[in-house]
């Protein structure tokens, strides 16, 4: 399910290997151990990233969430290379996992891993952006492209020749121990976007079956505000409206505690020095409800701009609601690769 609006390149493959969690120290992209498990056996999680032309540095960052706050780190080398040693028991019964890339000036990624452990596959979730970002850039997209088993990190891929957006490309047999690769490229971050990329979990931690089964991390809270860019004179003069966009997994309309519709809300809101009590505008999504199988699912939202103040700070905001025909049960769901884009 990776964002087709998002480009990266990114090679990963899983191998495994005895001794434990512990990650090369050294040089060249390796991991930052966090959450160290301790493990008997680990999943190398290996990839290239290769940024956006505008990149202040030719380094990114890349993150596994997993649990209460916790995620295996990694930056990657001058050529873009990374490992990350991964204790796959922190991520039995979640599929797909959701890998965040960032760089800055460039969109970050959202890559959703399928079978991390054993045949992994990068699949993605069609999202309406995709038809503008592709219809504005000079890269057509291409077929699938299946690489054989001695592409390294490093080697050389031409965005847009061998490599098809949004789509799974492959590289070697898929199995525990051999490798599969995935490329893409990142792009460049648009003046009329914002981003908030972490995965994050609403909800009160009390959930199951198949809708909301599968989620990475521990609940955070109810309720989230995140502060996401400043809305300039030039944005206020060329924009009315934003969307608001997120892959989201496990958010539903109604479950076997609910039989109308939980009060899931999202939008923005506007704080700072030019507000003198925030401005907040939330919907209740459209679709009301993610995949009914657990997949992450691309939501879209409007929200008018009109009353938001030139320099107010734009914050992404969102809460798990109770039932509406009464309870106490909240919703629980996961929300991921949010951008903030300012629409005429």
């Known amino acids: 399910m990776k964002k087709l609006s998002l480009l990266v390149i990114s090679m990963i493959s899983v191998a495994g290997c005895g001794g434990g969690n512990a990650p090369d120290s050294g040089s060249g992209g390796t991991v930052s151990a966090l959450g160290n498990s301790g493990s008997s056996e680990a999943t190398s999680v290996q990839g290239q990233v290769k940024v956006c032309p505008a990149a202040s540095s030719s380094k990114a960052k890349v993150s596994l969430a997993y649990g209460e706050g916790q995620k295996y780190e990694a930056t990657t080398d001058a050529n873009g290379n990374y490992v990350l040693q991964i204790d796959p028991s922190k991520f039995d019964g979640v599929n797909p996992v959701a890998l965040t890339v960032e760089s800055e000036k460039c969109a970050p990624e959202t890559i959703f891993i399928e079978n991390i452990a054993t045949s992994p596959a990068v699949v993605n979730v069609p999202t309406a952006a995709d038809t503008e970002i592709e219809a504005n850039s000079s890269t057509t997209p291409s077929s699938p492209v299946t690489l054989d088993s001695s592409t390294t990190p490093g080697s050389s891929t031409t965005p847009g020749s061998s490599t098809t957006t949004g789509s799974s490309t492959t590289t070697g047999s898929q199995g525990q121990g051999n490798a599969g690769t995935i490329?893409?490229?990142?792009?460049?971050?648009?003046?009329?976007?914002?981003?908030?990329?972490?995965?994050?979990?609403?909800?009160?931690?009390?959930?199951?079956?198949?809708?909301?089964?599968?989620?990475?991390?521990?609940?955070?809270?109810?309720?989230?505000?995140?502060?996401?860019?400043?809305?300039?004179?030039?944005?206020?003069?060329?924009?009315?409206?934003?969307?608001?966009?997120?892959?989201?997994?496990?958010?539903?309309?109604?479950?076997?505690?609910?039989?109308?519709?939980?009060?899931?809300?999202?939008?923005?809101?506007?704080?700072?020095?030019?507000?003198?009590?925030?401005?907040?505008?939330?919907?209740?999504?459209?679709?009301?409800?993610?995949?009914?199988?657990?997949?992450?699912?691309?939501?879209s939202v409007p929200v008018d701009l009109t009353d938001f103040p030139v320099g107010s700070t734009i914050n992404f905001v969102a809460s798990t609601g109770q039932c509406m025909s009464g309870g106490t049960d909240y919703d629980d769901f996961e929300v991921t690769g949010v951008t903030v884009r300012f629409v005429k």
């Open 183 to 299: 490329v893409t490229t990142m792009r460049d971050l648009k003046p009329n976007e914002f981003f908030w990329q972490p995965l994050t979990h609403l909800g009160d931690d009390r959930y199951g079956g198949p809708a909301n089964s599968r989620l990475q991390v521990a609940a955070s809270g109810l309720t989230t505000s995140q502060p996401v860019g400043v809305l300039t004179q030039n944005l206020k003069d060329q924009f009315k409206t934003a969307r608001v966009e997120f892959f989201a997994r496990g958010m539903q309309k109604e479950s076997l505690q609910c039989a109308t519709e939980y009060n899931n809300q999202v939008g923005l809101s506007a704080t700072g020095a030019s507000v003198s009590s925030p401005i907040v505008k939330v919907v209740r999504p459209e679709p009301k409800a993610s995949a009914s199988n657990g997949d992450f699912t691309w939501i």
